[in-house]
């Protein structure tokens, strides 16, 4: 359920189809119906569209985040286990 809505925040945050790409990777055929063409990264960009250092960075947290989010406590109880 976390990962539907990290995918739907990236979507409609970064305007990054991240199912479209997930999909694409688990079948040969591709996404063909794509909303507003978001998946073709190949297209001419508008300078607004582009992402500046700081957006990238904000990016690359907020993956970070929800990783801990969604397996923090698996690791602190994995690291207790194991140096208890």
Do not use: W
């Not at 990236?10 to 688990?26: D, L, P, R, W």
């Not at 063909?32 to 508008?46: F, I, T, V």
């Amino acid at each position: 359920m976390c990962v539907v809505l990290g995918f739907v925040v990236f979507e409609s945050v970064f305007g990054i189809c991240v199912g479209c790409k997930v999909y694409n990777a688990y079948h040969k055929g591709g996404a063909k119906h794509c909303p507003g063409e978001s998946c073709d990264l190949a297209r001419s960009r508008l300078p607004i569209q582009n992402l500046n250092v700081v957006q990238k960075v904000i990016f690359v947290l907020s993956i970070l985040t929800l990783l801990y989010l969604m397996f923090g406590d698996i690791v602190d109880f994995l690291l207790k286990e194991t140096f208890a």
